[in-house]
């Protein structure tokens, strides 16, 4: 039995796995129309490689970016390209962003140079790693952070973290996909342990999935017998069930003991952490050659008629994954990307399925005067369920207040946004919002300053450039009257050397 | 807000039980004009009327000033202290949640100091009374001055345990002595022992309901029985025991249910534990050294001053980081 640690705060929330966990996976239909955003990733915007009235198949590469923190796109199916222009993606702040339109053919056609790779066994750790890269592969459990970089650490990793917590109500693709492709998940491992090289594997799960252990324990099990040694350093560990067990900082910490310092990266503690979900896309990557088109999604929720988990091709509108599973009453629905804690609300149905989609989560709308909120009397309860430590009563006071200084040295960046103050607070005031509110805000602000500043600095300059030509013009024009004046001396001079002349003439 | 008036509601029970229907009368009275007060604050401060008057803040206020008063009292002394509570350190501070003191004991500290002669005192046990008042009698005495024929005010009324005590030491009497006289129970004050134990269980179940934490009620009665016991062992013939200390006056319900008042006390666990013994020290000092028999009122008032400082310097340490939030 594994030691494991426990993180501080964090609350126990009631699931509503079983919606959609119990039904198997289904594939969405094709539809229509898929749109696909280029940029799906944390860094730079992909840049388009098709022009409009393209054909494209399946998995052909369509937008690729020499950015090291960055992922190219891949049509998602066969069809012909109808538009590259702006369109709006489910991001948080509801903006819009380049996509690539694609008409599809519905023979969802691969191209015809992706094939299986034979001896993935005999390709080099940089040919893996670009193959990854090459895929597209983004971290799957939400944050997206493009695969390849993190899988170049720059200094001795001990321990490879593959999460399959989930910890978020509702959300079940990765329990699924744990259940039923588990070999390919522990296959995905032994690659990826090739390009980090571990001390030791774990596949974390929360022990309220013990389908999900026993299937990847058997998988081990399996690959042992089949005479693949290298399985014996991967080992799944149940972790107990307190949200947020699955964010990456408080995994670490339960795992190991050891915290990710502020601002920095789990490397920088000997430790590289991926999702079960990148694990299978990587699999797929090597040993088929498919690079990352479609995802598992959960779509599920009290509205939604058949919740389960549809394999869905990116790009897909949500509206088309709805009309599958069936929505009851559609005027009161309200949706989400994500689970109920750590999602976003979406603008409307017609946004695309990107690689961060792992639920839809359809809930009934809540009448206003419900979440009508009580004053802050200080209780703490935010604080004891704080998950990082931070004073979420104190941090409230100064996102009410802009204060952005205060909110500054209350760690505000520290923030994971998990929404454990807002489920503990008996005043229910909804205190993550008011800290994804502050730190938009702050960005806002601080972005402001930078412009001011440029603004600033463009003034100067002019005022500068103004002043040297100002000067320059003085310059010249005194340049041209000493020339005159000179000129006219010299004429004078003349006169007065020709009437001297003339007069010695006359003189003589 | 509701929990904490279930958990009074033993404590109060057996009060009634023990020294009749003044303490009742007094919370009635103090109830309905806090709810008066509030009404009006809240017109006033064109607040929504329905959320707030209702949350149980105000009718906590009233009942916790209540229990900190004498029984028997002239009916506009509950009203006024309502008044100092609520509209005073309660809304002119900016209402539920911006309060710098408790309402209930900076109203309470307030009447203590302007009508000393009435708060003084106390209910005798119905244990001790030839002819115990009824509900009627007591009405009339809180409205009208008067008391049925025969019966003096004296008859009824007499210093308290700590209050006696506090007189007889300073007459130099022997302790054991003064534990002597009938005020004094099994422990600590007749009646009052009880009445304080009941208060403890219903403490003890909110923090089982998860209200409370344990810190500031542990820390509080620990710090008293510390620096109460230390004294008794060096001196018993003018220290009281620890345990008479704890189950007298106020120290039980303050721990458990005044300085527990999430929005005057510290927030964080190192800080609650700090304020928690502050207040336990500093209400010893006053009931030994001080002007007053008892001290956790003005305990409470002035600890509750230094908790932004508390919060500032005990705020637990963040996620990856070296230091705590003060230090940086």
């Known amino acids: 039995m594994k030691k494991l640690w426990r993180f501080r705060g964090?609350?126990?929330?009631?699931?509503?796995?079983?919606?959609?966990?119990?039904?198997?996976?289904?594939?969405?239909?094709?539809?229509?129309?898929?749109?696909?955003?280029?940029?799906?990733?944390?860094?730079?915007?992909?840049?388009?490689?098709?022009?409009?009235?393209?054909?494209?198949?399946?998995?052909?590469?369509?937008?690729?970016?020499?950015?090291?923190?960055?992922?190219?796109?891949?049509?998602?199916?066969?069809?012909?390209?109808?538009?590259?222009?702006?369109?709006?993606?489910?991001?948080?702040?509801?903006?819009?962003?380049v996509c690539v339109v694609i008409e599809t053919d519905?023979?969802?056609?691969?191209?015809?140079?992706?094939?299986?790779?034979?001896?993935?066994?005999?390709?080099?750790?940089?040919?893996?790693?670009?193959?990854?890269?090459?895929?597209?592969?983004?971290?799957?459990?939400?944050?997206?952070?493009?695969?390849?970089?993190?899988?170049?650490?720059?200094?001795?990793?001990?321990t490879l973290v593959i999460n399959g917590v989930e910890c978020e109500p509702y959300i079940t693709c990765d329990d699924v996909l744990m259940r039923s492709r588990p070999e390919d998940i522990i296959r995905g491992i032994l690659l990826l342990r090739r390009l980090v090289d571990p001390a030791e594997c774990i596949i974390a799960v929360e022990d309220n999935k013990p389908e999900a252990i026993k299937a990847l324990n058997d998988a081990i099990k399996k690959l042992k017998i089949a005479g693949v040694g290298s399985v014996n350093t991967i080992h799944v560990v149940a972790i107990p069930t307190v949200y947020p067990a699955g964010s990456e900082k408080q995994l670490i910490k339960v795992l190991t003991g050891k915290e990710v310092p502020q601002q920095g990266l789990p490397y920088e503690v000997g430790i590289v952490c991926l999702n079960v979900g990148t694990t299978a896309a990587t699999y797929d990557a090597i040993y088929d050659g498919k690079p990352l088109v479609s995802r598992?999604?959960?779509?599920?929720?009290?509205?939604?008629?058949?919740?389960?988990?549809?394999?869905?091709?990116?790009?897909?509108?949500?509206?088309?994954?709805?009309?599958?599973?069936?929505?009851?009453?559609?005027?009161?629905?309200?949706?989400?990307?994500?689970?109920?804690m750590m999602g976003h609300d979406l603008p409307h149905a017609q946004v695309p399925v990107v690689k961060a989609t792992n639920c839809i989560l359809a809930e009934k709308a809540a009448p206003l005067e419900n979440i009508a909120s009580m004053p802050c009397i200080r209780c703490g309860a935010c604080a004891t369920a704080c998950p990082i430590g931070l004073l979420p009563q104190q941090l409230y006071w100064h996102s009410r207040g802009k204060d952005f200084d205060k909110l500054e040295h209350y760690n505000l960046p520290d923030c994971i946004e998990c929404g454990c103050c807002a489920v503990v607070c008996p005043s229910h005031i909804p205190l993550v919002h008011y800290f994804r509110y502050a730190k938009t805000e702050k960005a806002a602000h601080e972005l402001k300053l930078k412009l001011a500043d440029q603004a600033r600095l463009r003034t100067q300059e002019r005022e500068a450039r103004l002043e040297r030509v100002k000067k320059e013009?003085?310059?010249?024009?005194?340049?041209?009257?000493?020339?005159?004046?000179?000129?006219?001396?010299a004429t004078a001079n003349q006169h007065n050397a020709d009437g001297a002349e003339s007069a010695a003439k006359v003189s003589t | 807000m509701?929990?904490?008036?279930?958990?009074?509601?033993?404590?109060?029970?057996?009060?009634?039980?023990?020294?009749?229907?003044?303490?009742?009368?007094?919370?009635?009275?103090?109830?309905?004009?806090?709810?008066?007060?509030?009404?009006?604050?809240?017109?006033?401060?064109?607040?929504?009327?329905?959320?707030?008057l209702f949350d149980g803040s105000a009718l906590v206020t009233a009942i916790l000033l209540s229990l900190a008063l004498p029984p028997m009292l002239p009916w506009w002394i509950p009203v006024t202290g309502s008044f100092f509570a609520i509209v005073v350190a309660k809304h002119l501070y900016g209402?539920?949640?911006?309060?710098?003191?408790?309402?209930?004991?900076?109203?309470?500290?307030?009447?203590?100091?302007s009508f000393p002669r009435e708060l003084s005192l106390w209910s005798v046990p119905l244990e001790l009374l030839a002819q115990p008042l009824n509900f009627i009698e007591i009405l009339t005495y809180s409205f009208f001055n008067t008391l049925p024929e025969l019966l003096t005010f004296d008859a009824i009324t007499a210093a308290t345990a700590l209050d006696h005590l506090r007189t007889e030491i300073s007459l130099g009497?022997?302790?054991?002595?003064?534990?002597?006289?009938?005020?004094?129970?099994?422990?600590?004050?007749?009646?009052?022992?009880?009445?304080?134990?009941?208060?403890?269980l219903g403490g003890v179940w909110l923090i089982y309901k998860k209200i409370i934490t344990w810190h500031i009620p542990v820390a509080m009665l620990a710090s008293i029985a510390a620096i109460s016991g230390v004294c008794f062992m060096i001196n018993a013939e003018i220290y009281a025991s620890p345990i008479l200390h704890l189950l007298s006056g106020a120290s039980i319900l303050g721990a458990f249910f005044i300085a527990t008042d999430p929005v005057t006390a510290s927030t964080t666990p190192l800080g609650r534990l700090i304020y928690g013994c502050a207040i336990g020290l500093l209400t010893f000092s006053i009931r030994a050294w001080g002007g007053y028999p008892d001290g956790?009122?003005?305990?409470?008032?002035?600890?509750?001053?230094?908790?932004?400082?508390?919060?500032?310097?005990?705020?637990?340490?963040?996620?990856?980081a070296r230091t705590r939030h003060g230090d940086g």
């Open chain 1, 10 to 97: 964090g609350v126990k929330l009631p699931g509503f796995k079983t919606l959609s966990n119990s039904a198997s996976i289904r594939q969405s239909l094709i539809p229509g129309v898929v749109t696909i955003p280029l940029r799906q990733h944390i860094g730079e915007t992909a840049e388009p490689v098709v022009k409009v009235g393209d054909h494209v198949y399946k998995g052909q590469l369509i937008a690729t970016s020499g950015n090291f923190i960055s992922a190219p796109v891949h049509a998602s199916t066969s069809g012909s390209v109808i538009a590259i222009d702006k369109h709006t993606v489910p991001h948080k702040s509801g903006i819009a962003e």
């Open chain 1, 106 to 158: 519905g023979a969802d056609q691969w191209h015809p140079d992706i094939e299986p790779c034979t001896h993935p066994n005999n390709l080099s750790a940089d040919e893996l790693r670009t193959r990854i890269r090459e895929a597209g592969i983004v971290g799957l459990g939400g944050a997206v952070f493009p695969s390849a970089a993190k899988l170049k650490p720059t200094r001795p990793i001990d």
């Open chain 1, 296 to 340: 598992l999604v959960s779509i599920t929720g009290p509205q939604i008629k058949h919740p389960a988990n549809y394999n869905v091709l990116l790009g897909t509108p949500v509206a088309h994954l709805l009309e599958d599973a069936g929505v009851r009453h559609v005027d009161d629905t309200k949706l989400i990307m994500g689970g109920p």
């Open chain 1, 473 to 489: 013009q003085e310059e010249r024009k005194a340049r041209r009257k000493a020339a005159r004046l000179k000129k006219k001396a």
């Open chain 2, 2 to 52: 509701r929990t904490v008036m279930y958990a009074l509601v033993p404590g109060i029970i057996i009060y009634v039980l023990l020294f009749g229907w003044g303490i009742l009368v007094n919370i009635l009275l103090a109830s309905l004009s806090a709810l008066v007060f509030e009404l009006v604050m809240l017109v006033v401060r064109k607040r929504p009327i329905r959320r707030y």
């Open chain 2, 95 to 113: 209402g539920l949640g911006y309060n710098v003191f408790n309402p209930a004991m900076a109203s309470y500290a307030i009447l203590l100091v």
């Open chain 2, 173 to 200: 009497t022997n302790i054991e002595e003064i534990r002597r006289a009938p005020v004094f129970g099994f422990v600590a004050g007749t009646g009052m022992e009880w009445v304080n134990a009941v208060f403890l």
């Open chain 2, 296 to 320: 956790v009122a003005f305990a409470v008032l002035l600890i509750g001053l230094t908790v932004p400082l508390l919060d500032h310097y005990t705020a637990p340490k963040v996620y990856g």
